[in-house]
């Protein structure tokens, strides 16, 4: 408790990132039975991601380098998000694209990992780039399907919304952090803390829209 007291509030924030993720992972657990085929592949996204996380604090915490999990999580989520949307579409024409997408973005990311030396150690911003503007399109998708075809009436208990509402928070501004990390986290110490707190604060509100999503009631 002493220790706590005396971190700043950016190494609280990125300390207690992982909670929502251990929430969401229990949400969809205990629901699972409940979740309509999309949401089940998400509840699959919360328990791949969750181990990631917490092995990723004990190594920050420790003081030891753990962006070789980046791509992994990175080519992991995206597949799994990619099914999920896929489930949610209903799209032959993407259901017949979905493995050349993933397989593309995979081999991407395991070549910009491992052609340079040392690239697995490194903060690779290409892959988060690609990642989400791939994700936005996965929701610009769903969303042009909202508008033209799907009929809800309550956006608000459609768990899929609270899903597309928080990646397009997240992605958008994860892009800002990628596209200028080369200026915001060598500019100095104090700006590179406030980032990833930033990034903190958004990775949050993303599992907090997952977790809602989990939650909600099925339609009838």
């Not at 699972?32 to 092995?55: C, D, H, K, Q, S």
């Not at 988060?128 to 998708?141: D, E, F, T």
């Not at 200028?180 to 990034?199: E, I, P, Q």
Request: net charge positive; hydrophobic share 55%; aromatic share 14%.
């Amino acid at each position: 408790m002493a220790d706590l007291l005396h971190l700043s509030l950016q190494q609280i924030i990125l300390r207690v990132s992982p909670v929502p993720v251990v929430a969401a992972a229990f949400v969809g657990l205990v629901r699972f039975r409940y979740l309509p085929l999309n949401l089940r592949y998400l509840t699959a996204l919360m328990w791949f991601i969750l181990p990631l996380e917490l092995v990723g604090l004990v190594m920050m915490l420790y003081h030891q380098n753990n962006l070789f999990l980046m791509p992994v999580c990175a080519i992991g989520e995206f597949w799994l998000l990619a099914v999920v949307y896929d489930k949610t579409l209903a799209s032959a024409a993407f259901t017949r694209s979905l493995p050349w997408l993933v397989g593309g973005f995979a081999a991407y990311v395991l070549f910009d990992s491992l052609h340079v030396t040392d690239g697995l150690w490194k903060f690779r911003p290409g892959q988060q780039v690609l990642q989400s503007v791939l994700v936005l399109g996965l929701v610009g998708l769903y969303f042009r399907k909202l508008l033209h075809e799907l009929h809800v009436q309550q956006l608000k208990r459609e768990p899929m919304f609270w899903v597309s509402a928080g990646l397009t928070i997240y992605c958008l501004g994860y892009l800002q952090i990628a596209l200028f990390s080369n200026f915001l986290l060598r500019y100095s110490h104090g700006l590179n803390m406030n980032v990833w707190m930033v990034h903190s604060l958004l990775f949050i509100t993303l599992y907090c829209c997952y977790s809602l999503a989990l939650w909600l009631p099925p339609k009838k």
